[in-house]
């Protein structure tokens, strides 16, 4: 019971921060909608290639500027922060799974205003019934970009230019999201199962869930 | 009961054998050793650079030391599982380790929230460090010594065994060095110790039972 309520609390905590920086809200959020017009624009009127190409760009935009939203944690992560943790008693864990609790909240509301955002520039071409399935695939990828960052972040804790490296570690290992997300649309369009690639999102949130909670601690005592 | 004289051991609430922590390759504590009974208040002197923090986050679990060992209540600091042992530590460093987009009341708050200290007793740790008035400024706007005071009233709510204090009542006014001086009293009086790290010999001499003094990474005992 105490893993959740501390995990809530550090969630509580930094949704309360963001609130008040709105860095995500204020910064990334409009910048990436910027980078969502710069599309349209230089394509000029080719309409159907901007149609073509929107969910596309939706995942590559929804990727690389949600790395800085889920990144945004480890970079504001003080050492005077993680000692007071630690000197509370905080579960290593339990820290995980708040900074994932709160970063997924951001990700999962920066990715959808993205979807609503490309939705009315690029008016895209959807299969039908892609709603549901581009929905869900957002909201996995959210989590799982979340977790992922969330861990590169403790992997490089306390070292110099972490955010940089951090980035360095998230985008590789993004992959198997990105592939997941494209191709559960992709399967619609061609008419084939989506849940191959509905169920690689799943495996990939479980295993970095997994693996985030599993090495919180021992990632915690590393660094000392 | 015998009725024969009996003697009884006392554990030392933090013992130092022959502990020496290297930071970047670099030897920064060399053979410390040093034995805290409950109720001691030791105070450690020594020049920029000569360990004082790094002895301070050694007794704290926040660093381990690479030769010998460290034991806090009873655990050997590089034990696994700390989390318990780690509860009853209280530290203040150079820094307050406080959020800055939170008030000062929030962080304190926060403090109750994750230790599952009833919140009841933060109106009264504000109380007694003389912050009731200002409880809902933001901590970044706060003076330095106002969120010094946030630190003394966490630690009134988390009541630790072993008290850390480094450098914890420079730039502090009078009223507020003598709540650090009750602070040290109280955790004594529950049968506690403290280390206290500080240059100012006159505060030192004033507050601790015993003296040491720390040059070039090794202890020694100034008086008995």
């Known amino acids: ?224 | 009961m015998s009725g024969g004289r009996e003697t009884r051991r006392v554990e030392p609430v933090a013992l130092f054998d022959r502990a020496g922590v290297s930071l970047g390759g670099r030897p920064v504590l060399r053979g410390v050793d040093l034995s805290l009974a409950p109720g001691e208040v030791v105070g450690i002197s020594g020049p920029n650079g000569s360990g004082k923090t790094t002895l301070i986050r050694t007794a704290a679990t926040l660093t381990s030391p690479d030769h010998g060992s460290v034991t806090v209540l009873g655990r050997d600091s590089r034990d696994r599982d700390l989390l318990t042992t780690r509860r009853s530590i209280g530290l203040i460093g150079h820094s307050p380790g406080l959020i800055g987009e939170l008030t000062l009341g929030e962080n304190l708050d926060h403090v109750a929230r994750l230790a599952g200290i009833e919140r009841v007793r933060v109106g009264r740790a504000l109380d007694v460090v003389g912050l009731s008035e200002v409880a809902g400024r933001r901590a970044d706007a706060s003076s330095f010594g106002m969120r010094r005071r946030v630190e003394i009233a966490r630690l009134l709510l988390t009541k630790p065994r072993l008290l850390l204090l480094d450098e914890a009542a420079s730039g502090l006014d009078e009223a507020a060095r003598q709540l650090i001086d009750a602070l040290v009293e109280s955790v004594c009086a529950r049968g506690g110790a403290c280390i206290v790290a500080s240059h100012d010999q006159a505060h030192l001499e004033g507050l601790c039972t015993r003296l040491a003094s720390l040059s070039g990474g090794s202890l020694e005992e100034a008086t008995a």
Do not use: C, K
Not at chain 1, 65 to 94: E, I, K, N, W
């Open chain 1, 1 to 224: 019971m105490r893993f959740w309520q501390q995990a809530l609390e550090i969630a509580r905590v930094d949704l309360t921060v963001e609130q008040r920086v709105g860095s995500t809200l204020r910064i990334t959020l409009p910048f990436a909608v910027v980078a969502l017009i710069v599309f349209p624009l230089a394509l000029g009127l080719q309409l159907g290639v901007v149609s073509a190409i929107g969910i596309g760009v939706y995942w590559a935009l929804g990727i690389l500027f949600g790395m800085q939203v889920a990144l945004r944690q480890s970079a504001t992560d003080s050492r005077d922060r993680r000692d007071l943790h630690t000197l509370l008693g905080v579960d290593p864990a339990a820290r995980f799974a708040g900074r994932v609790i709160s970063g997924g909240v951001l990700m999962i509301g920066f990715l959808l205003v993205l979807l609503g955002a490309m939705t009315v520039l690029f008016d895209p071409s959807l299969p039908e019934g892609v709603w549901p399935v581009l929905l869900l695939s957002t909201l996995l990828v959210a989590i799982g970009l979340t977790e992922l960052a969330t861990l590169a972040g403790e992997v490089t804790s306390g070292l110099s230019n972490r955010t940089v490296l951090a980035s360095l570690i998230v985008a590789p290992l993004a992959l198997p999201l990105i592939i997941g997300a494209s191709q559960s649309v992709g399967a619609l369009e061609r008419d084939t199962s989506i849940l191959p690639w509905i169920l690689l999102l799943i495996a990939s949130d479980l295993a970095l869930a997994v693996a985030g909670v599993g090495l919180a601690q021992p990632l915690e005592e590393a660094t000392r």
